[in-house]
């Protein structure tokens, strides 16, 4: 039954009364670092709330209790085993209790003593902030935080000093000088710079005692109640000349500043104050939101503290390390990019001492401190079956909800809370009121108890059953949103009743849009966040009904992208429209990169110098991945260009990033843009006028004015777009090449940037193919076929031994020789020598490309020559005569897909002594004339003459069969050790069967050779006669 109908029987409780806590009573909007007295210390940690989750394997993502007790063990490693890196980096979501957790485990190492209460917030005494802290912790296994803080205490006696850099630092300045002063301060010197400086100088010459006892005699007061005071400067030096009279009136007392302190200097200071005024001490400095602050500052800021941490880690010995940096952020440094300011403390902040408090931290928080319900209350009767099963259809993010997480999460569900995290998140990242106001947008805690507490939502009050919507959210934290969008909503809410379905979705858009291009903002979403209690049906046609208005009333537009988006409320204004539009980094980057083609197209191919080959150009953008080639067809005999678009100034003139990538690609040249800002700026105004283009461009019904702005705006875009490109070209001419391990201003190659990019490369050409020379031959297909042939008399010249040729074979007494010595078949031979067996794919990618840039057609005439030279074998194929040896060369597919392997000979191949064997089976046995002993030519007399043997052995059986004779055992024997050699066509498995069966050859083909020449005509006639007179005229007798 619905939640509505019910109420008409039976009227329910409100929502304030399910809760174990006093829901109204109030939660701190934020923990404030500079704050840190007895008192405000007691509420925060009796407030805090320790999550437990297993850590992973990596020991970086658990609960708040797990990732507090492996902070403290790995300082305590790194103690004893020396950290050369005393740092610690504590990151989290905004709101995830990333700076409780820095601030409360700083104030538990410092010993603070705070107020301790009853159940009934009656003070009953006092007890130090280890203690109020691990009795917050009710985690299952709270006695290991208990263990960890005592394991730590027994090599260490700590004291902290801790602050929020962006409320403590002056004038921007970087956080080693803030910290400097902090410390002194904490320490019982001056917090100004000038009297501190001069204080440490007093007790390095042993006066501090003196200048005390002057200065209470001549002011009566004690100077630790004045030394921060207005005048303390001004007093401070009247003493100081008592003390110095020749020290001059010691006027940088009041200018001085630490920022003129180099880092050295000032750990020197720290470490020489703590030795006096906290002996024994180890300090630990913990600042709240470094990330916020230097990413907000000039580079110097990172670079100043890499150099602090470096310096108090290189004063660390094992189980000595006086001085440890705890510091907050919310991003993780192994996340960061490396165009970001954050990238290079990553190398100063180990692993094992960062701290990740994510996301599921902040929902649990949520659900234990202001969501945990009381045991039996109205809602447990209302999460009904049926009713669960309308949340799973119609609200969000309850496809698998189980009872119990809704009772947990109630009023919310239990996918608000991320969701909320995303759009405060957004919020704080992209609305410029938000950024100028930091009350503007508060943790998700506090937006939670606002909601049921302040007007108009003050959820407390309704019924229970009905259920946070989307548009309660916006009440809350709306006015952040961006001021354009307020504008039309105000406009929009005086035209709409307050409880109208559009005043709602609009406001649930207004505060999705900000994410949609991550999460497209659809009617279905919308319809989900907007489900308003336990039983009720789904609001999915009431929320089309609202868009369908909203949009026809020109208040909101939809894309296919990010979907549902407010319509600023001046539509008819084109060029704010225009403006409003977004474009991303991405979208600029794919334009960047499709400019930068069309500028490369004209530019001609490179020329090798001396020879004067045109070498394929090759262009790349970022990577030299296929898919980011900007000009070329992916020739492997390229000269390639890799452009690099550089828009981090700091990334940019970094050389030892681009030097380490050009030695990493050492064969490619890497261009890095000059300054970036100006055309970036121009290709996003450029975006921004094409996407108003698409937009209205067929559109019917415009306005007469409409119709005027999108015909200037057509004609500015194609002339624009030439701009572009000279600018872009400007862009590359200022920036710098980067090859081989050295660096070339872009300008030092030519004024325009097609002359740059042909001189870049003609200029490196010969160290980028600097094993071409050789393989630079002209071969034509014909010349090719001529090597498949076994007749190596016509082979052309580029073949033979001399200057300009390939040096595949020689003359040897007239008679061409196969014999591969020259450059390329050697490099080929020692490649695949080396591999012992590899692809004939692979090894045109290593010929083809740098070095050598051979062409495939001379690869394939080395392969061949080393085959026919006995090198190399492909499987079972061991010379060119072997059937399909010549299909394996007459395509580069197929020979891509052949597996070569070098020849090593091996128990059972042929040696020179059976092919000389084999020889002389043809020369003496049979009589044949200077026989070649190579494997080509002994296998192709085995195809020649066995089978002719083979006959004459056919005509002397049928001979004998007519006589009533049978054949002679070694004429069958040889007979049938031919048809042994010539059952398999492979030429090296032919020859081993010609050398198994050698004597049987050598004593059978002599006997066959007389039987044949015995047999005349004459003699068979005779023969046939004397076999009719003893079978017919004997019988007869």
Known sequence: MPHTARNKEHKMGTIKEIFARNIEENIAPVIYFHTIDPETAAREVGEYVFTSRELDSSRRIGGIHEQMVDLLNNIYEAFIKQANLPASWISGFFGSGKSSFAKLLGLALDGMTIPKFDRAGNRIGEWSMEEALLARNDTKHSDQLAAAFARLRTVVDPMAVIFDIGTMAKNNEVIPYTTYRQVLARLGYSSLDGVAHYELAL????????????????YGIDWADKKNGGLAAQHFRAVYREIFPDHGDLLDVSTFKCSGLDVKTMVDNILRALDRRAPGKTLFIVVDEVSQYITSQEDSSKVNLQSFISEIGSRAKAGSCRIWFLATGQEKLEDESKSSALFKLQDRFPPSLRVHLDRANVGEVVERRLLRKKAGSELEAL?????????????????????????????????????????????????????????????????????????????????????????????????????????????????????????????????????GDARPVTDEVLAKLLYPALGSRGVKSEVEAALKTLKEDNWIQYSEKSGWSVQNNAAQEWNRQKNEISVSAGEIDEFLRELSASIVEPVGQ?????????FPLACFWGTDNPEDRIAGRGEPTAVSVCFHWASSQAKRENSEIWLDASRDKKTMIHWVSGDTSTLESLVRDWKKSQKMIARYRGQSGLTPVQSRLLVIEQGNADANREALKKELRTVWTEGCLYFDGGREEARAAGTTFETIVKTACESRIERIYHSFEPGNVHLTGADFDQLLKKDTGGLSRVFLDGPGSLALARSDGGKIVIKPEGAVPQAIYAYIKEKTFDTGERIFAEFAGPPYGWSRLVIKSAVVALLRDEKIKFDSITAITDPDARKIFESDREFARAEIEARVVTEGDLTGRDRNAIQDLFERVMRLPNVDNSVETLADLVFQKFPHIKDQITVLERTLTRLGLALPQPIGELNSALTDCLSNRLADTSLRRVKAKLPILAAGYPQLVHAAEALSESTVRELTALKMCLDVEAAQL
Not at 203 to 218: N, P, S, T, V
Not at 486 to 491: G, S
Not at 606 to 614: A, C, Q, S, T, Y
């Open 383 to 515: 999460i009904t079956g049926a009713n669960l099963d309308l949340l799973k259809l119609n609200a969000w993010g309850c496809e698998q909800l189980t009872r119990e997480a809704l009772i947990n999460d109630y009023p919310l569900l239990p996918e608000h809370i991320p969701l909320f995290m995303d759009i405060t998140q957004s919020l704080r990242n992209s609305s410029t009121r938000s950024q100028s106001d930091s009350g503007g947008v508060r943790s998700v805690l506090n937006n939670i108890w606002s909601l049921f507490n302040e007007e108009p939502v003050a959820l407390k009050n309704q019924s229970v059953g009905a259920l946070l919507t989307l548009d309660m959210l916006f009440d809350m934290i709306g006015s952040s949103v961006d001021s354009d969008v307020l504008l039309t909503l105000h406009r929009l809410f005086e035209k709409t009743p307050p409880d109208s379905m559009e005043r709602k979705v609009a406001k649930a858009i207004a505060l999705l849009e900000m994410n």
């Open 203 to 218: 007790e390095d010459e042993g006066k501090y005692a003196e200048f005390l006892e002057r200065y209470k005699e001549k």
């Open 606 to 614: 490179p020329v090798f110098p001396r020879l004067g080959v045109r």
